[in-house]
């Protein structure tokens, strides 16, 4: 297989059934083109994951590309495989588009910066580093995954200069969205406590059904900002209410409900955690919450490393990409602990979705804007 080829790579991907925590071989694919490519490849596992580090070169700069093998499963969104109209993992060219569960996220977006590698190492002369960073765990709970992984780098002083995320983050067309940051996400789960009793007879029962709905009208009362410079208004969202009562002449024991908040800059998770803590003490003191952060918010600010990613794409696209920080979380946070990093990739309009596909002439329109990074960073 020519690794300079990114059809054939993403192909050879896609026809690795990865659904994570699984890696069914898609690493070993890689590693099997990194390393005809000189690169020194290290498979990593922690846990139950498999994770691969590539490098080629020891000098600066060093430039990074990051990405993940493991894919959603192929019934996504409460349809079956079934109703795909061909096998999700056949990889099938028809129609000028590559068909098959992570064409776009992302196995397309790792196949054209492989590609981009081959084209940019066959030519010399050669400067600087590159690497690449690929876990098998962002779609899962992404704990043995990245995190691990950029902790291992900054034990061996490897961390690059700037990293690369080759996240689907395009809208409409390829070019027009790069992801310079990322919202921070806490989910909550609140558990109120009362008194069971007889709806006729409230005075010898307390409803906490009553206090889990004022503690929630008072965390939805008022939006918590208006937004920053680079981010939306931090949003919550109550995602359930749940008392589980038949009876229709009882006052329940328990009342539950769950959120979340996806917050900006203005907030930290430990910040909106006591924010929580103390606003369900005031209306309801017989409760507990029980919060995760799956990751803070983060901003690599716009300067010439972000401009020189847009004009590279520029370039290649004929437009300017607007800097974004919308959406869900990627592993971009946990990357943004160590270095500077931005996230661009194909079109999502079909990801995690039926028929998942990408047009193969945008893969080759990647692997181009790649390449174009690469020599513009390492020059």
Known sequence: MNPADPIALAAALIRCP????????????????L???????????????????????????????????????????GHAASAWSSDPFAAEMRDGKLYGRGAVDMKGGIAAFVA?????????????????????????????GTAPLMAWLAERGEVPDFCLVGEP?????????????????ISAAI?????????????????????????????IAAPLDAGSAHFEPSSLQITSIDIGNPAGNV??????????IRFNDHHSGASLDAWLRATLAQHAERSVIETAISGEAFLTEPGPAVARLAAAIAAECGITPALETGGGTSDARFISRYCPVAEFGLVGDTMHQVD???????LWRLKAIYGRILADFLA
Do not use: M
Request: aromatic letters at 4%.
């Open 251 to 260: 006052i329940p024991a328990e009342a539950r409900a769950r959120l979340n």
């Open 35 to 77: 390393a005809g490519l000189g690169f020194a490849v290290t498979r990593l596992r922690f846990g139950e994951i498999d994770n691969l580090h590539a490098r080629i070169g020891d000098g600066a700069p060093h430039f990074a590309f990051a990405g993940h093998t493991d894919v959603v499963p192929p019934g996504g969104g």
């Open 191 to 219: 558990t109120v406590f009362g008194t069971q009793g007889h709806v006729a007879y409230p005075a010898r029962a307390d409803n906490p059904a009553h206090r889990l709905v004022r503690a929630l009208a008072a965390l």
């Open 116 to 144: 981009a590698c081959a084209d940019h190492l066959a030519k010399a002369p050669r400067h600087g580093s590159i690497s690449l960073l690929i876990t098998g765990d962002e779609e899962g709970v992404a704990k043995d």
């Open 169 to 185: 983050t395009c809208r409409e067309r390829l070019g027009d969205v790069v992801k310079i940051g990322r919202r921070g996400s």
């Open 356 to 362: 998942e596909r990408v047009p193969v002439a945008d």
């Open 18 to 33: 990865s659904v994570t925590p699984a890696d069914a071989g898609a690493q070993a694919v890689l590693a099997d083109a």
